[in-house]
């Protein structure tokens, strides 16, 4: 990210940013890093790292880890070891903060406080998809009947130790109201809903779209990616995928000629292909989904399941259709519907621009001050705020 850190004002506290793994770079570790960038110098944390996938930001603040940095083959197993995050999180010394923002797809919000005047806010991606949606991850995972035994003995008391997390943090920040619905439906805890940011001027808008579609996702079979491969299979229409992942074998073997694999891409790459396709194709349902307005800052529209975080982005007709089925006629007809309709780039920009990620950082930062009485005396919406490391 190009985002400077926030200007400096007369209010020093030390404050801790801990994010559950720095395995990948998705949505999540975006979200991770712009928290952290709220700070001038907070402390990085995390379970494990992999920095050779992070963006330059993350890779120059160098994370602290635990113990779980040193398993075996951390860059292949790090989602087999679920099991252990538990062990790691609660071992985490935070004794030195006073507050603690946690960045949570599974096992951050369970860090404890070590303190009983230091604040834990939990920025919370979702409750643990594995655990809460069990059914639904295994079909799409498509797992035998051995792993799918081994891995719902294990959940169970992933799931108790889950509930028994969610009690940690003082206040829950969730990415959009389904996931605030399910915190509330798993935890019994009220959220405030603070959308993810999108760096938008990292995007701009090009001339005039290309004559392809595009596909901008980690290649794992919950983001159903092969409904666009099959839908523009049986279209003909150009579709270039960016993104790997361990479902590219199949996706591969089920795309026709007109679908290109182009694997992972910079971030220069990434915003070239944007800007030029004709839509992003958004197959799968997201808890909240940061690329659909990624796309929108380039000026181009999405064709979107119609559920998730979508539902709350995407504006049928004005920055994108839905298609409502998980199905390729679903998928095709959305396609053909887009192909017919007239947009207006401009119009579909400014959309994305309400969830920059200035506007992410103050809606932060005012959330902060309302958790913590030692931010009280801070204006809102804050403009910014010193922090400090540990210098450990």
Known sequence: MSQAPLAQSQ????????????????????????????????????????????????????????????????????????????????????????????????????VRRRRKDSVHVCYCHNPMRWVWRTADYIARERMGWLKRTLLLTLLKPLKMWEMRAARQPNLFIANSKVVAQRLKDAFGVEAEVISPPVETARFHISEGPKDYYLVLSRLVPYKRIDL?????????????????????????????????????QSDEAVNEYMSGCKALLFPGEEDFGITPL?????????????????????????????????????????IERLESMHWEPEAIRAHAEKYDIAVFQRRILAALRKASPKLDSLPCPIPAVIVEGTGK
């Open 228 to 264: 666009a491969v099959q839908a523009c299979t049986k279209l003909n229409l150009p579709l270039y995928v960016i993104g790997d992942g361990p479902d590219r074998p199949r996706l591969e073997a089920m795309a026709g000629p007109s679908v290109k694999f182009l694997l992972r």
């Open 11 to 110: 209010v020093a506290l030390r404050v801790a940013v801990f994010h559950d793994n720095f395995a990948q770079m998705g949505g999540a570790e975006r979200v991770a890093e712009a928290l952290h960038r709220c700070f001038s110098q907070a402390d990085l944390l995390t379970t494990l790292s992999i920095p050779e996938r992070l963006t330059p930001y993350l890779q120059s603040q160098k994370p602290r880890t635990t113990w779980m940095q040193w398993l075996p083959a951390k860059t292949r197993l790090f989602r087999h070891y679920f099991p252990l995050y538990p062990l790691a999180v609660e071992g985490v010394n935070l004794k030195a903060y006073d507050l603690i923002v946690t960045s949570c797809f599974g096992y951050a919000k369970g």
């Open 294 to 334: 990624e796309a929108n800052a380039t000026g181009r529209p999405v064709v979107a399941f119609h559920g998730g975080g979508a539902t709350e982005t995407i504006v049928d007709g004005f920055n994108g259709v839905f298609f409502d089925q998980p199905t390729i006629a679903s998928i095709c007809s959305a």
